[in-house]
């Protein structure tokens, strides 16, 4: 029996939970809307500007403004669309998010992991790992849905949320979101199917969509793991996954109406690795893709360029932050080896950086003989990458220095391969 939901639309009306979704909107941060008004413009008037809205949402008067288009581009290749709304717009849909997700999470698949309070990328990985690993499902279906944010149906979106909520009032708002139109440069753009990406709400929407499809999975047997739309099946045979990619594809195809990516997705064996959430996950061990590797140390050589004016703490004290939100998301790898050699690169160009702001080979001397260091020192050249790495620069900038006395965060310190509860 499906618990069903009439009277909600009463809780919309209340002006302490639009100010707690107005801060909830607020410690997300985000770019303006259409309209131009940042978080803190909206902050700068917030009792009248709670109250206009609540008096919109009383007498049924309000109307999101359209989305603001912004492309983003992808590292394969291709663009992805985000719909920024108006931080008014924002508030509205947090405080119509903090009523629905209650009654729709607790019955979500318990492998769905994606934008869901209390869920997290590691738990997602560490399950996708114990299927391989524990229950020796190592034939895995790698699902790819072409832009299924943007193409998700209107009709079966309202239908979804209908099967629990009765209140046709939060059900028009609702409606009201998804039809609210796109501004792009060419102007204003009716939107007929789609919740776009960026929306407070739309996370929600995806997962209550894509739930009839995580239900029919389950209800044949088959084991996924799914984080938003990257969807994993894992399968104890090839035959078997075979068998689910098409169930699978005819399911989301036919009955949500959505794209298969053909081209992109595919069926793959642990022993090969299979591409999941930024990691690579093997029969025994997981690794980070090297495509991240890849656009992290693109993001460090960026802010350690050579000829960068700015003095080397305020470039650590800016590097900290990328490194630190690398070692925590990665450090659910089996990376410990790999954090090492990425250490060594970047303290040899932070070597690079302050050999390169001494300018001459004087400067080096003189720091090495106020380390206590005595004798003739050979001269270098200062902006040679080669040298950063010479016994000087070490005795000049050792580990010491750079992580002690400068702070730079370690890489190597961080505990790798954590084990994390599903």
């Given amino acids: ?45 917030l009792a009248t500007n709670i109250d206009h809205l609540l008096t919109e949402l009383q007498d049924k008067s309000y109307q999101p403004l359209a989305v603001r288009r912004v492309e983003i581009p992808k590292p394969n290749g291709g663009k992805r669309l985000l719909g920024i709304p108006a931080v008014r717009d924002r508030v509205v849909q947090q405080a119509l998010l903090d009523i629905l997700q209650p009654i729709f999470d607790r019955d979500f698949h318990p492998s769905s992991y994606g934008y869901r309070p209390g869920r997290s990328c590691h738990q997602a990985i560490s399950k996708a790992t114990m299927f391989i690993r524990t229950y020796e499902r190592k034939w895995v279906v790698d699902m790819d849905l072409s832009k299924c944010f943007d193409t998700l149906n209107h009709d079966l979106i309202l239908a979804s949320f209908r099967r629990r909520v009765s209140d046709g009032s939060i ?17 204003w753009q009716a939107s007929e199917v789609g919740s776009p990406q960026g929306g407070v709400i739309s996370p929600l929407i995806a997962n209550v969509y894509l739930d009839s499809f995580d239900q029919f999975m389950k209800n044949r047997g088959h084991r996924i793991v799914r984080y938003a739309d990257d969807i994993l099946i894992l399968c104890q045979s090839k035959s078997a996954a075979e ?26 064996h642990s022993l090969k690795g299979i591409k999941f959430l930024g990691v690579c996950i093997h029969s025994v061990m997981t690794r980070i893709q090297r495509g991240k590797v890849r656009a992290f140390k693109a993001k460090v050589k960026a802010m350690t360029r050579r000829n960068s004016p700015v003095n080397l703490e ?37 070597r690079a950086v302050q050999l390169k702001l001494w300018k001459k080979p004087c400067r080096l001397h003189r720091r090495l003989r106020q380390l206590g260091y005595r004798g003739e020192f050979k001269s270098i050249k200062m902006n040679s990458w080669a040298n950063a790495a010479s016994p000087l620069s070490h005795y000049a900038l050792p580990n010491s220095c750079l992580h002690g006395e400068m702070g730079l965060f370690d890489l190597a310190s961080v505990q790798a391969g954590i084990s994390v509860s599903v």
């Fill in 1 to 45: 029996m499906v618990d069903v939901w009439y009277s909600l639309y009463d809780r919309m009306l209340s002006r302490e939970n639009l100010v707690k979704a107005f801060y909830k909107v607020k410690s997300s941060k985000g770019a303006a809307g259409i309209d131009g008004q940042s978080i803190d413009d909206f902050a700068g008037s």
């Fill in 314 to 350: 305020k470039v650590i004290a800016d590097l900290n932050r990328l490194l630190r939100g690398f070692a925590n998301y990665f450090r659910i790898a089996n990376c410990k080896g790999e954090f090492s050699r990425l250490m060594r690169w970047i303290r040899r160009r932070l």
């Fill in 243 to 268: 068998n689910a990619l098409n169930q699978a594809s005819r399911y989301l195809e036919e009955e949500l109406l959505l794209t298969v990516n053909q081209e992109k997705t595919h069926i793959s």
């Fill in 171 to 187: 059900l028009g708002l609702l409606e009201k979101f998804l039809k609210s139109g796109v501004l792009t440069g060419d102007g």
